[in-house]
């Protein structure tokens, strides 16, 4: 036998002889929810529990593994599970879920030594743009746990929906929540999670350990909230929830001390609820449009006060002392990319890398690199999955190296799949854009070194069963590689759905600003 069916691909397969048939079993071990969810499923697959092959599994921190690490040694009559840790164990049993499926029971003989390459493997959930139910959210959940992804980043908060509770600021959800349609609908589209919801998916993701960073994304993304409390805003301007995509140009004042009031006391919140399960609060920080800020007297008053020569220092300054007060409170800050700023945001921030539109990619990578906590790599042009396949293909999903050529090692601190929800509004099309990327991309995060992708596409099939069994349906092969015809249609599909009138809007509305406050000046 020459590879194991099996998705993400282990470090090591040493084969044996012969295979195990493991139809009926025992589970021998201290209770702990991988075996008992492993338990659960092969009894849904028509499999016995309580008499047979024994599985025994212990936790060994002597182990030559990394954390997260295991060993699955499959022989003659039993399976023996060994880990460095309770998460190796969790790991151990995944994939033994997966082999119980994809080998129906009777499993090849052989040494499984497996650890990921990269610690923080993830997947952002945009719930901002369009509001996924709880149970939809726990489903997603389920994906990260049956891939080895071990973080759910949950980007809570957008122009066109805030999606978190906060008990200071009620309208935020009362109001904020909710949109009167969305770009040209008629249909308006609401929801937010209350902090029992996060609670909840909080436990049933750490069950499955999965770590859960919130994302409050400031100072630009933020005019849901401005349309709840104008006065966060430079004028305090009467803004209604955006309808449209595209990104806005009101954003919170950067001049306002009751700004930074209102965000601490927002992340003050955040940390209480989310703060046992996660080291990271991730303050977004990108495509900040700092028009309103050039035209505000408080933001000119901040800038001359504090020695900052334009309006991108005023940025910097902003998103210093935010991730100042969130180092002070004992987290590690994560940035966007599209900060736009320097080191002095700072030293121990993460900066999420998505993409290269703020300058050369390797050098503004490397430079960022060197002068913070390290970064997390989700390069758009591999695992943004909104895009359509004629965009972001399988084979391209596949190709991703989360470590740029040049860049130190040790500065990597992992790496998110995004799943940006302007055009997924509901769980069906999330599993359409998923699958089967979501596999090629936890292979990338979990496998290091040269892949081969007509091999890992040999190995694929099952895991899309496996997967079809547990709810999530993907595409075939030939949408998820589309011809040249067919990706260049897809692409101007995509293209002409991301083109509507709110930059001329937005154009516009610039230039009403500037004639009422402008001559204010």
């Known amino acids: 036998m020459s590879r194991l069916t099996l998705i993400p691909y282990p470090k090591r397969v040493d084969f044996k002889d012969g295979r195990l048939d493991c139809t009926r079993v025992d589970i021998v071990g201290s209770a702990c929810f991988a075996a008992r969810d492993f338990a659960d499923y092969i009894t849904q697959l028509g499999y016995s529990v309580g008499d047979g092959v024994k599985i025994n599994y212990s936790v060994n921190s002597a182990l030559a593994l990394d954390k997260e690490g295991y060993i699955i040694d499959i022989g003659e009559g039993s399976i023996d599970i060994s880990a460095s840790d309770d998460a190796g164990i969790r790991y151990a049993f995944c994939s ?10 009777v499993l090849p003989r052989c040494v499984i030594t497996d650890e990921p390459y990269l610690k923080f493997r993830g997947m952002l959930l945009d719930a901002g743009r369009y509001f996924y139910p709880k149970r939809d959210v726990l489903k997603l959940i389920d994906l990260c746990y049956y891939h080895k992804l071990n973080v759910l980043h949950w980007h809570l908060t957008e122009d066109q929906g805030w999606r978190i509770r906060i008990d200071k600021y009620p309208l935020l959800t009362d109001k904020g929540s909710r949109r009167s349609h969305t770009n040209f609908g008629i249909r308006p589209h609401g929801g937010y999670y209350t902090k029992e919801d996060a609670r909840e998916i909080i436990e049933y993701a750490n069950m499955r350990g999965i770590e859960v960073i919130p994302e409050i994304d400031l100072p630009g993304h933020t005019q849901a909230a401005l349309a709840c409390y104008p006065y966060l805003g430079c004028f305090d301007r009467k803004l209604k929830v955006a309808t449209h995509w ?27 609820l989310f703060g046992g399960n996660t080291r990271y609060i991730h303050i977004g920080g990108d495509e900040v449009f700092r028009h309103r800020w050039s035209l505000c007297p408080h933001c000119r008053e901040t800038m001359e006060r504090e020695g900052l020569k334009d309006e ?24 966007w990319n599209g900060l736009d700023c320097d080191k002095r945001v700072h030293e121990k921030a993460v900066w999420h890398y998505w993409s ?4 050369g990619s390797d050098d503004l990578v490397r430079k960022f690199a060197g002068e913070s906590g390290g970064y997390l790599n989700s390069n758009s042009a591999h695992v943004y999955i909104d895009f359509p396949y004629g965009r972001t293909s399988l084979k391209k999903s596949y190709a991703f190296n989360p470590l740029p050529e040049g860049l130190p090692e040790d500065k990597l601190v992992g790496a998110v799949l995004t799943l940006w929800t302007e055009y997924i509004p509901n769980f069906k099309t999330a599993c359409v854009r998923l699958l089967p990327r979501a596999c090629a991309l ?64 937005n154009l516009i509305d610039d230039a009403n600003v500037e004639r009422k406050y402008k001559k204010k000046r």
Not at 246 to 255: L, M, Y
Not at 315 to 332: E, I, L, N, P
Not at 356 to 359: A, F
């Open 442 to 505: 936890s292979e990338t995060m979990w496998l290091k070194g040269d892949k081969d992708y007509k091999e890992f596409e040999s190995r694929l099939m099952p895991m899309v069963r496996y997967l079809k069994r547990e709810g999530f349906k993907s595409v075939p092969l030939r949408v998820a590689n589309p011809c040249a015809l067919r990706g260049a249609l897809q692409k101007a599909w995509f293209n002409r759905r991301v083109m509507h009138w709110q930059g001329l809007h």
């Open 312 to 335: 991108q220092e005023l940025q910097a300054y902003f998103m210093s002392r935010v991730c100042d007060w969130v180092v002070d409170k004992g987290y590690t800050p994560i940035v």
């Open 246 to 272: 595209g990104v806005k140009h009101d954003v919170i004042c950067a001049g306002k001390e009751s700004s930074y009031q209102f965000v601490f006391d927002v992340l003050s919140e955040i940390i209480e």
């Open 96 to 105: 033994l879920r997966q082999l119980m499926h994809n080998y129906q029971g």
């Open 356 to 359: 290269d539109e703020h300058g």
